[in-house]
């Protein structure tokens, strides 16, 4: 089945800082990746649509430069906090399609501390 | 755009009673996707519909799509503890999620 690699799973880090999170297709690979956050007891928001090859499309009310997307290959997405501040803090999801399979994979997700 | 509304928001039920959850979008849908998520973990594909009218059955779980494909259902027959956890419906393709619904089952 479908594999999606979210790594680190949780990460702690100082007010502005940048933090890299990782969402790597295990056994498929994903010409679109789709990015996610989640506020505790909400649901997924849909921050961003990463494309292979080209740049991510964000949704309305999400900063480019604060949240930057990069899908450099079909196997990879990766996505950078910058400038991190602690209303940053959330749950960071990522998720792809597998082929083969009507659903999307998501990947198990990374808990951004901003202290 | 698209927008995915989800009815109840919580919904808590004692272990053997029914469950049913609501989806409704404001436009003609392709598809619909169920997806559950558990407490702390990551969500979970469940199925997905396609057909106007479609109805789909995994064991206790029955899943409904509209005639106008606009609204969709999730009904979960006899819950159990194994429930527990937020039910979400995804529209279109597009990957956007309704709110989910909450369901915390007491044993």
């Known amino acids: 089945g479908a594999v999606v690699s979210q790594h680190p799973s949780w990460v702690i880090c100082k007010s502005g800082t940048s933090v890299k999170i990782e969402c790597r297709s295990l056994d498929f690979q994903a010409t679109t990746m789709f990015w996610y956050r989640q506020f505790p007891k909400q649901s997924l928001m849909l921050m961003a649509t990463?494309?292979?090859?080209?740049?991510?499309?964000?949704e309305q009310g999400v900063e480019k430069d604060k949240f930057l997307i990069n899908h450099a290959s079909l196997t990879l997405s990766t996505l950078t906090v910058t400038s991190a501040h602690p209303e940053d803090s959330s749950f960071y999801i990522c998720s792809a399609q597998g082929s083969g399979n009507y659903g999307y994979t998501f990947g198990s997700g990374t808990r951004l501390t901003v202290v | 755009g698209q927008q995915v509304m989800q009815i109840p928001q919580y919904q808590h039920v004692q272990e053997g009673e029914d469950f049913t959850t609501y989806c409704n979008s404001s436009?003609?849908?392709?598809?619909i996707q169920w997806y559950k998520q558990r407490p702390g973990g990551h969500p979970v594909f469940l199925i997905q519909l396609v057909k106007s009218g479609e109805v789909k059955k995994q064991k206790r779980l029955t899943f409904q799509f509209g005639e106008a494909k606009k609204n969709s259902s999730l009904h979960i027959t006899a819950t159990q503890t194994t429930d527990v956890g937020t039910y979400f419906c995804?529209?279109?393709?597009?990957?956007?999620f309704g709110a989910g619904t909450r369901l915390t089952v007491k044993p």
């Open positions: 436009t003609t849908l392709s598809n």
């Open positions: 990463s494309n292979e090859g080209s740049k991510a499309t964000y």
């Open positions: 995804a529209g279109q393709g597009d990957m956007r």
